[in-house]
């Protein structure tokens, strides 16, 4: 085993192939370790979640290679058989790169029972071992566009893209199947262990995968509610997210600025991690139809109350403000930050997805985007937990033009980039692009991060703040809406200290890269400390 940094709370486990990464997957299931928060397996890696207060990355080193990597404790699994239609776009491509017949593909592919190796990427998505046992490469240049059901080949594995995405994947078939389906009490078809024996239903064209639209949690209100009049250029619901659900493929998502949403819930007397509206550059405006206590923290923006009287009042950032019906609110768009955080005493009225109402813009998991026209419902409650006059901001927001600085932590990937490129990561400001969501952050450098080794990386876990640098030599930062998986090598990951500051990084900004030390691979902690500690 080979351990990596990957910020201050995680670790990145290498292992000699998937067999191990599996055996030792299930060894920590079967024995967890104490202080460890979830585990994200991939193809040859696992990547480990820690709190750094129950144990340290070098005792977590320590306590994970003394795992016993030899049994084979998974067992046969649900078989699940999955019609295709061997139509894809890279059918013939992929019988040439095998230098076998397109036919001799097709009785290949449906002649052995996959595995379920592990999921990622997107929802839904499950990475298929065994089988055939093909091995073929990604697509030189992916498509913009791979449609849902696609049948694919990468690496070593075979999947199933659950919904519409962008890919690099070779394309054999298509299947009407559904991966990825919030109705069912399991969402994901394809589960870790599952079986998947393919069959073929003929080369015609299968009918178009209708994949359901982001679950719209929230009903129309007919009680106590805010009635949106413009939600701006993007307002979502946002909590802390759905931690813990690797297994289907589904990261945490959740707020950019966390700390500006649990102030918010603060200020209004809610419990820290209820959900707010995320607002993005202003703009929403809404009408309220009962009485309540609101509050709205984050970027520097100016809040408009106008009464039913007429006045026009300036409630403070960060403080408690009483509405009452008929009032309406106004968000200006802000002169520093990005993302503001609104939050209604009591919460809101609606229904969670997967245990969360965050928004996930990526996976298309949560609440639709609030739209003008919408009505969200809000609990009343009277008594209870007092309202908090004390609410800060915890840094001074970042505006354009300025210059941000954010600790990293070098890894998991460094040495993959000539020592020029590491050194360059923080040498050179990084322009922050339009491209930029809540999936990640586009940068631009006068000078691209050049790799010391080309090949291509097996899919291994992200987190937020991982810094990956595609082909191109120009990076993204990811953020709360990141996938789960990657196939670009990461070298450096934002310190969680600094995550919420970079979700409030407005386009045009620059952005300073300040290493915490120099990379190097994780040693474990000798046994003696370890009973020490």
């Known amino acids: ?149 696609a049948v694919a080949l990468a690496g070593g594995f075979s999947g ?138 984050g970027a520097n923006s100016v809040i408009e109350v106008r009464t039913l009287s007429g006045q026009r009042l300036r409630p403070a950032l960060y403080a408690p403000f009483i509405l009452q019906a008929g009032d309406q609110v106004s968000l200006q768009a802000p002169s520093a930050g990005l993302r503001n955080y609104l939050a209604i005493r009591g919460g809101f009225s609606a229904t969670p997805v997967l245990g969360s109402l965050a928004t996930d813009t990526l996976a298309q ?5 609030v739209a003008a026209g919408d009505r969200l419902g809000f609990n009343t409650r009277v008594g209870g937990t007092a309202v908090s006059l004390d609410e800060q901001p915890a840094f001074a927001m970042p505006r354009p033009g300025e210059v941000v600085t954010l600790d990293v932590v070098m890894g998991p990937r460094s040495d993959w980039f000539t020592s020029q490129a590491q050194a360059l990561l923080a040498e050179q400001q990084w322009q922050v692009t339009p491209q930029s969501n809540r999936i990640g952050i586009r940068l631009a450098g006068e000078q691209p991060l050049q790799r010391a080794i080309d090949g291509e990386l097996p899919s291994e876990g992200t987190s937020v703040g991982a810094i990956q640098v595609p082909p191109s030599g120009q990076p993204v930062l990811f953020l709360a809406d990141h996938p789960l998986t990657g196939g670009y090598p990461v070298i450096a990951v934002v310190a969680p200290h600094h995550l919420d500051l970079a979700g409030q990084i407005p386009v045009n900004a620059q952005i300073r890269f300040n290493p915490l030390g120099t990379f190097e691979p994780v040693q474990p902690a000798p046994s003696n400390e370890i009973q020490a500690r």
């Open 160 to 297: 199933i893209y659950p919904q519409a995405s962008p890919g690099g994947w070779q394309i054999i078939g298509v299947t009407a199947t559904r991966m990825w389906d919030l109705e069912r009490d399991e969402p994901a078809l394809l589960q870790p262990g599952h079986r998947v024996r393919f069959v073929d239903a003929g080369p015609q064209a299968a009918p178009q995968v209708q994949v359901p639209e982001p679950v719209q949690s929230v009903e129309s209100a007919t009680g106590p509610h805010l009635e949106i009049v413009s939600s701006g250029l993007q307002t979502l619901f946002q909590d802390l997210g759905r931690p813990g659900r690797a297994g289907q493929g589904v990261s945490a998502s959740g707020a950019l600025d966390r700390g500006a949403l649990r102030a918010a819930n603060r200020a209004v007397g809610n419990d820290p991690a209820s959900a707010c509206l995320e607002v993005l550059m202003g703009g929403l405006s809404f009408v309220c139809h009962g009485q309540t206590v609101a509050a709205v923290t």
């Open 1 to 149: 085993m080979r351990f990596y940094p990957v910020s201050l709370n995680a670790l990145l486990v290498e292992l000699a192939n998937l067999d191990e990464t599996l055996a030792l997957f299930d060894a920590l299931q079967q024995a967890p370790i104490a202080g460890v928060e979830e585990i994200v397996p991939a193809a040859r890696t696992l990547l480990v979640y820690f709190r750094p207060g129950a144990i340290s990355r070098e005792a977590l080193a320590a306590q994970i290679a003394e795992r016993d990597l030899s049994s084979k404790t998974r067992g046969a699994g649900k078989l699940i058989e999955i019609p295709v239609h061997y139509n894809g776009e890279d059918l013939d491509d992929v019988a040439r790169e095998l230098g076998i017949s397109r036919d001799e593909v097709i009785r290949r592919h449906t002649g052995s029972d996959y595995s379920v190796a592990f999921c990622g990427f997107a929802p839904g998505f499950a990475y298929l071992s065994g089988g055939a046992g093909f091995v073929v490469p990604r697509r030189s240049t992916p498509r913009t566009r791979i449609p849902a059901g």
């Open 365 to 369: 998991v949560g609440p639709k985007a």
